[in-house]
């Protein structure tokens, strides 16, 4: 089977993704893609940009596409309609924009334009065939909060069409590259516990709770070291530059690594992974440290109590927000005594089942059993 991975915000994860299949999938997947910037611009204009990439002959017509959900999918399929109306279409959503939290510093919502970009994400459903969430939290998210967004216009909300979106709508984890970070293993630090931040520097993450916990923590002559990876955009949080001189005399290394030999290495080295996130459709970041040895502690919510049911890794949560930097100290004071071994083990079993060994197999064959023309 022929098919085209439709990516009009190539950058990141979505590569990441989208390679990954590219490589262990057993069909032809070719990738269609535009740079993954100006994330705005790509959901309202790349349809346009890659509906001319066929038009002028640079693809011809798969018997699948496989769309990201940063492309308006109802609008590349009208610029299609000549030479594609009975090809199939499969939505794959990374991450949404009704339910994704705003940034304090995005003037969007206040002028009502974030709807917009909402109602992309679900003409996109819509006009797909078969719509796939990364997990079932994404899923549930997603399709019960659309009958309240519906509400905010005017008449016409035609609700009677979200029965047919649940119909359609799948769980397909996200496939990764797991077992690759067994190549770059190196051996942990020894000493003082160090604790990893490997997330974007943005908003969402919630970089203010994860260090004013460690200023805390440290003022409180609690020993831990500090990596701090992830990558930093034009608007990052001040609470960064604040941690690189408060935390100065405890920090192993600070900044994004362009290598990804030395970005893993790191991981390896890191002890604990205190997650503080307000979003996370997935958690790829935390599963790769996870994967690598790191003891996660982490937030009730999100995909994370999917990755770690309960009640068998109940240890790795905290209750609520209240409840973080009382079990980060806990952690970090008893971690000489604690018997913190197990942990990476059991931790990896858990999640072994996202490496593309077992993910690629899985989306190859719901495409043949499902569109493969007989």
């Known amino acids: 089977m022929r098919i085209h991975i439709l990516e009009p915000f ?13 490589h262990h999938s057993c069909h032809d997947v070719e990738i269609v893609a535009l740079p993954g910037s100006y994330w705005k611009w790509r959901m309202m204009g790349g349809a346009v940009s890659m509906a001319r990439k066929y038009w002028e002959g640079f693809f011809s017509v798969p018997d699948l596409w496989l769309a990201s ?35 304090p510093h995005d003037e969007d919502p206040l002028i009502g334009r974030d709807l917009h970009y909402a109602f992309i994400n679900y003409t996109t459903a819509l006009a797909a065939d078969m719509i796939c ?11 019960d909060a659309l009958p309240n967004f519906l509400r905010r216009f005017p008449d016409r909300r035609e609700r009677g069409l979200l029965e047919g979106l649940h ?38 993450k919630g970089p ?5 916990a460690l200023f805390q923590l440290a003022e409180e002559g609690i020993a831990f070291r500090v990596v701090v990876l992830g990558e930093a955009f034009a608007r990052t949080p001040a609470i960064f530059a604040k941690a690189r001189e408060k935390l100065a005399d405890r920090i192993l290394h600070w900044g994004f690594v362009s290598s990804r030999q030395e970005y893993v290495q790191w991981l390896w ?21 996870v994967w690598c ?21 109940e240890p790795l949560f905290y209750e609520n927000d209240e409840a973080f930097l009382p079990r980060l100290r806990q952690l970090l004071q008893q971690w000489h005594i604690d018997t913190q071994q197990h942990w990476p083990a059991k931790c990896r079993c858990a999640i072994a089942h996202y490496d593309w060994s077992v993910q690629a197999p899985a989306y190859d064959a719901l495409w043949t059993t499902t569109y493969e023309r007989k």
């Open 293 to 313: 040895g790191c003891r996660p502690l982490l937030p009730k919510r999100l995909a994370y109590v999917e990755h770690f049911p309960q009640p068998e890794f």
């Open 10 to 22: 190539f950058g990141e994860s979505h590569k990441h993704w989208a390679k990954g299949y590219q």
């Open 133 to 143: 969430f990364n997990s079932q939290w994404h899923r549930d998210v997603f399709l």
């Open 269 to 289: 080295r890191a002890d604990l992974l205190p997650v503080t996130s307000q979003q996370d459709f997935f958690g790829i970041s935390v599963l790769e440290a």
């Open 167 to 204: 119909r359609k709508a799948k769980v397909l984890p996200l496939g990764m590259e797991l077992k690759a970070l067994d190549t770059w293993r190196v051996a942990r630090h020894g000493g003082a516990p160090v604790v990893l931040w490997n997330h974007r520097w943005e908003y969402d």
């Open 208 to 212: 203010e709770a994860f260090f004013q």
């Open 69 to 103: 959900d940063m492309l308006d999918l109802a609008t590349f399929l009208g610029l299609m309609r000549k030479q594609a109306e009975r090809v199939p279409v499969v939505a794959y959503f990374h991450e949404n924009q009704l339910t994704y939290p705003w940034s």
